[in-house]
């Protein structure tokens, strides 16, 4: 059944089928684990290792010092980490999508996966492939009527879209290997992970911040 189906059927929101059908799909992988983990460990060691987001951590600015926020994965067969740092944006869309936040309006990434969905178009696959002096690249790997495409995309942009999607995450070999198991990469990892707000302080703030403007904005009527 489509998404609008679903939601006539159940009485609720299309946003929250959308959200049942990402924490149904997250749960399953986690009760299918023990079944595949042996094969895709083989799998991964030629080709790009599926990982999944496991949580959003931000440092707050601090004067001159600006804020950043990076967003955690974690190997699915493994115990290989990776940390990128993305825009304030970003990390907050992907804490909504990890905490299965229903928002009243649909954002950007809503919109870019109902617009695949309503063209007869899905996100097969998003995948990080380069790490170019601290740069990561990544392409969404995309099926639609015309065939199956790469699209050159930023990570942030394709693991919001891979959660909303129930899309499988990968990360080549090399860029893992440079980003996590290297002295700097290690690093880095240490200090993103290290980082004061997680993923439900994120997103506590952000709406925090939306009742202060909608406040602000009754009172000034």
Do not use: C
Not at 1 to 6: D, I, K, L, P
Not at 31 to 41: F, G, I, P, Q
Not at 190 to 212: H, L
């Amino acid at each position: 059944m489509a998404h609008r189906e679903v939601a006539a059927a159940l009485g609720i929101g299309v946003g929250a089928v959308k959200t049942r059908l990402h924490k149904g799909r997250a749960a399953l992988r986690e009760e299918l684990a023990a079944w595949w983990r042996e094969d895709d460990m083989a799998a991964t060691t030629t080709g790009p290792v599926t990982m999944r987001v496991t949580e959003v951590r931000r440092r707050p600015g601090d004067g001159e010092r600006p804020e950043k926020t990076a967003i955690l994965l974690s190997e699915e067969a493994g115990e290989r980490r990776l940390s990128i740092w993305v825009g304030g944006f970003e990390a907050t869309q992907i804490a909504f999508a990890l905490e299965g936040t229903e928002l009243p309006r649909p954002m950007a990434y809503q919109l870019m996966t109902s617009l695949l969905e309503a063209t007869g178009g899905r996100l097969a696959e998003a995948r990080v492939t380069r790490l170019d002096d601290g740069t990561f690249y990544g392409v969404a790997v995309v099926q639609g009527p015309a065939g199956t495409r790469e699209l050159d995309a930023r990570p942030s942009d394709i693991l919001n879209l891979a959660l909303l999607a129930g899309a499988p995450i990968r990360v080549d070999p090399a860029v893992l290997a440079e980003a996590s198991e290297s002295e700097k990469g290690a690093r880095y990892l240490a200090e993103a992970t290290a980082y004061p707000d997680d993923t439900a302080a994120i997103i506590a703030d952000f709406q925090a911040d939306m009742e202060r403007t909608r406040a602000e904005f009754l009172r000034r009527r």
